[in-house]
């Protein structure tokens, strides 16, 4: 019997494969464990700035490899014998707007503090701090092990 997750009880998480989202993600799973809810490990991606609109075959080829780094992040976050629902979603679009944008709903919003990209010493990146600004449910920053 499949159990059934109000939409209430999800959890989004921000996954770029970084070691910070992978952090990021453990952290939403053990919540949700303890909430009873479900996780939605969402990974964004984006054409390359050549393309203004990318022939069909360029843009399956980008989400299907979004889609096998998102569920490389998530098996090596959590492993096989996945302890919740997890739902793994690539969607086409600016990391910082579908992030906020999914976070309508849910319980929580969880990023890293830190993906790939931007500057290495901040504290916050900046898709981390347009979901702490502009989220629409508690946002959770996650900072991984530096050291």
Known sequence: MERVVPASRRIVVGVDGSPS???ALRWAVGQA???GGAVEAVLC????AMYRRAPASVDRELRHAAERVLAQA???AVGD???VE???TAVLGNASEVLVERSHGAEL???GSRGHGGFAGALLGSVGQHCVQHG???VVVVRGDHG
């Open 21 to 23: 989202s992978r952090q």
């Open 33 to 35: 464990r303890l909430t």
């Open 45 to 48: 991606w984006l054409l390359p």
């Open 74 to 76: 998530v098996t090596e």
């Open 81 to 83: 014998d996945r302890p």
């Open 86 to 88: 997890i739902r793994e």
């Open 109 to 111: 919003l969880v990023v």
């Open 136 to 138: 629409s449910c508690p």
